[in-house]
């Protein structure tokens, strides 16, 4: 391992780069079973230009806490740290301040915190998600006032935010829309990707915008980004995965998973066209000129 440390470093030295050894940690990433039947005394030391390097548990690289089992429990500690700081901060002013100006400082400083690198850690448990999903739901409390047990499904519904799960599968699409379509994203990354026709398209049109799911015989591979994103896009209507503009595709994106959920739970919504403006926008229908808002539940629109 030591010569294979001294190839990247030359690597990376032919590229004009230097690593930093005392900056550099070494992890096992493996199952707990097979990281407690390893003697990791027996690998001998690491060194890089004569400096030892020491194996860790968790590691963070460009602000993302990676653990060895890739539970991806230290990243979401991490960030439920972050938030409640921020809001600790927030909240002396909370009385202070109207709702519009508090809806703006939660988007602007805390939900980039709970966004940050979301498509790299898919394969989180669903604890992990109730825990991002309460800290969505602590950024909602924060902005209406609310106590620690008030139900907040109605005013998340007035926010038009989406619960967390559907927030990322709309951040992990618009990704995989940029690295399609962006010409500034790297090509490694879209060469990953490849178009194929599924057998039950007859048309040509649907043709450029279906993607072939990558092979792979674990669950756990299953909830990478290349497999997880591949099928959140191929469930999209074609006219979505067509869309001209980034902004268009977000947008559609949006106002189509806010029907979904508005569906699901029973809850009327406002009028498509501004729908489609709130979601863009992430902001309360009810501040929109030709929407009001009537009762806790329920968007009427003057237009329909």
Known sequence: MNRDLDGVAEWARSFGL??????????????RYYRNALDVSSLGPLRLHGTHIPFTDTAKNLGVHIDS????????NEVSRKVHFSIHSLRRLQTLLPVKTKIHLVQALILPLID?????????TEELLNELERLQNVCIRFVFGLRKFEHISEFRNRLKWLPIRLRRNTRILCLLYNILFN???????????SLVRPPEVLTRSHLKSYLKIVPHNTDFYSY????????LWNS?????????????????????????????TGTPGACSQHQAAAADEEINLGALTGCKFDGPQYYLCRCE
């Open 224 to 231: 990478s980004f290349y497999v997880h994103a591949v099928r």
């Open 183 to 193: 010409p500034a994203y790297p090509t490694y990354l879209r060469d990953r990707f």
């Open 69 to 76: 089992n890739l539970s991806w429990a230290s990243q979401v």
């Open 236 to 264: 999209l209507p074609p006219n979505i995965r067509d869309a001209k503009s980034i902004s268009v595709f977000k947008r559609q994106c949006r106002v189509r998973t806010v029907r979904a959920s508005r569906d699901a």
């Open 116 to 124: 940050y690198a979301d498509a790299c850690y898919l394969g989180v």
């Open 18 to 31: 230097q690593i930093n050894p005392l900056k550099s940690q070494a992890m096992i990433i493996a199952s």
